[in-house]
């Protein structure tokens, strides 16, 4: 397939300067059933028949596993193929191998221990179903035994695992940073990456975000195929599996956060009144993260939340605010005073948007701060609203995620979102869309325009 010699090509690519291969370490993050299996054979095969006295060795979850698939499917495809007969099979336990006859080189499995790979120099490591390794000890034993080999490759490749696919997790961190950095810098290391997976904003249900994630559709896996695999798993292990996504640990349920009703709520099709808009800001506790959220009184009374901008840092916000004031007009633009974002409030007044003069006749754009007796009002009335069905929404994953993920805490007699406890996920997006439906309601004589906006300049 197209992907499969894309990967071949670039990661098995000479350097001219050296004479030999120009990527010491290879990682690869592919869906499940893509072709993934056929993409390592075929490098292992190669390295065996290309060059002579090489040592290969692949392992995969366990050494039973690494086994089973070195026979059951590594042998079954050679002998299916025109390779037939060019390599002999040593099936002797603890000494597996399949040698090829002209090169004498082989091609063995190991263990997932700190010893896998310890012994003979290694020519090609193979890390296989990497989700499954806990930490990196398998590296760390494969890397010294290739230190004396100047042709030496490792590879590793997975499919998506869970938040306790240590080593997974940080490879795939790993390799997008390299690529980042890569393209800022023009200084390409000694590293290949390869990666197809569908970002959180991607609809799982949609088929324009499998074609993105899924290099085999339409080659040996079928749209309807993944259509039925939608209809009968859980959609986060469909996230995992298919559009390569981290399955994350759900956190224990709060009584306060109205996670089913939130998916009874879903409209596709909605879309905001822009005439009757407000929009909030929120910063993670980290402030790594910020979201901007907007609220929407439509003619059928009910409102309509929407995630409009999520990004890291926190240095966008506010002229993004302010461009947003600008060309939608807003009913107010809401911050929590006592939170993260609060902090912006000095950059929010750079580009105008400050509290109203006139506590009694705010303008259309004004800050509206939220206070602490408002921020449990403001919880309140989002989940009253979620739950008699009066709040509609498109289903943005980093919006639904976030319900998903929320935790409570105590606000005096009432509670509120709760940064800290809400560790697995930012919740950013719904502080927002929160403060913007409360901010709505309560600017709510701003956007039916009952006086003349002159006279409150004058």
Same mark, same amino acid.
């Given at each position: 397939m197209p992907w499969q010699r894309y990967v071949l090509d670039v990661a098995l690519e000479i350097d001219p300067a050296t004479g030999c291969l120009a990527y010491r370490k290879v990682g690869l993050s592919v869906p499940r059933q893509q072709g993934k299996t056929e993409t390592i054979l075929t490098v292992m095969v190669h390295r065996i028949m290309a060059w002579e006295r090489q040592h290969v060795t692949y392992t995969a979850q366990t050494r039973i596993d690494a086994r089973r698939r070195w026979e059951?499917?590594?042998?079954?495809?050679?002998?299916?193929?025109?390779?037939?007969?060019?390599?002999? %099979?040593?099936?002797?336990?603890?000494?597996?191998?399949?040698?090829?006859?002209?090169?004498?080189?082989?091609?063995?499995?190991?263990?997932?221990?700190?010893?896998?790979?310890?012994? %003979? %120099?290694?020519?090609?490591?193979?890390?296989?179903?990497?989700?499954?390794?806990?930490?990196?000890?398998?590296?760390?034993?494969?890397? =010294?035994?290739?230190?004396?080999?100047?042709?030496?490759?490792?590879?590793?490749?997975?499919?998506?695992?869970?938040?306790?696919?240590?080593?997974?997790?940080?490879?795939?961190?790993?390799?997008?940073?390299?690529?980042?950095?890569?393209?800022?810098?023009?200084?390409? %290391?000694?590293?290949?990456?390869?990666?197809?997976?569908? =970002?959180?904003?991607l609809r799982r249900d949609d088929p324009a975000t499998w074609y993105v994630c899924m290099p085999a559709l339409g080659y040996t896996v079928t749209p309807e195929i993944i259509r039925t695999e939608l209809a009968s798993l859980d959609a986060s292990e469909f996230d995992r599996a298919y559009l390569n996504r981290t399955k994350e640990a759900r956190p224990p349920a709060d009584p306060n956060v109205p996670r089913d009703e939130w998916a009874r709520c879903v409209v596709a099709e909605s879309r905001p009144d822009t005439s009757r808009l407000a929009f909030a800001a929120e910063v993670s506790t980290l402030r790594d993260w910020s979201s901007i959220s907007a609220a929407s009184l439509l003619p059928d009374g009910r409102i309509h939340v929407e995630l409009v901008d999520r990004r890291p840092g926190t240095d966008w916000v506010a002229p993004a605010l302010a461009r947003l004031r600008d060309v939608w007009d807003p009913m107010a633009v809401a911050i929590d005073s006592k939170g993260p974002v609060a902090s912006l409030a000095g950059e929010l007044a750079g580009y105008g948007i400050t509290p109203p003069e006139d506590e009694e006749k705010p303008l259309r754009g004004d800050l509206a701060l939220l206070r602490t007796p408002d921020v449990a009002v403001a919880c309140g009335q989002f989940a009253d609203a979620v739950r008699r069905g009066t709040v509609v929404h498109i289903d943005q994953p980093a919006l639904t995620g976030a319900i998903n993920g929320a935790r409570t805490r105590p606000l005096t007699d009432a509670w509120a979102w709760s940064r800290s406890r809400s560790e697995s996920v930012d919740i950013s997006p719904l502080v927002a869309a929160t403060h913007a439906l409360w901010v709505l309601r309560l600017r709510a004589d701003v956007a039916q325009a009952e006086y003349d906006v002159l006279d409150s300049v004058l």
């Open positions: 059951d499917e590594f042998l079954v495809k050679l002998d299916e193929s025109k390779l037939k007969g060019k390599y002999h %099979p040593r099936k002797t336990t603890g000494n597996e191998a399949i040698i090829w006859r002209s090169t004498r080189s082989r091609l063995g499995i190991t263990s997932t221990t700190e010893k896998a790979g310890h012994g %003979p %120099p290694l020519d090609c490591g193979m890390i296989d179903e990497a989700f499954a390794h806990k930490d990196d000890r398998v590296e760390q034993a494969m890397s =010294p035994a290739m230190l004396t080999r100047g042709n030496a490759q490792m590879w590793w490749a997975s499919a998506g695992g869970t938040d306790q696919a240590v080593f997974l997790n940080e490879k795939r961190k790993q390799g997008r940073e390299l690529i980042e950095r890569a393209w800022l810098t023009g200084d390409w %290391p000694a590293v290949a990456y390869f990666e197809w997976y569908a =970002p959180d904003q």
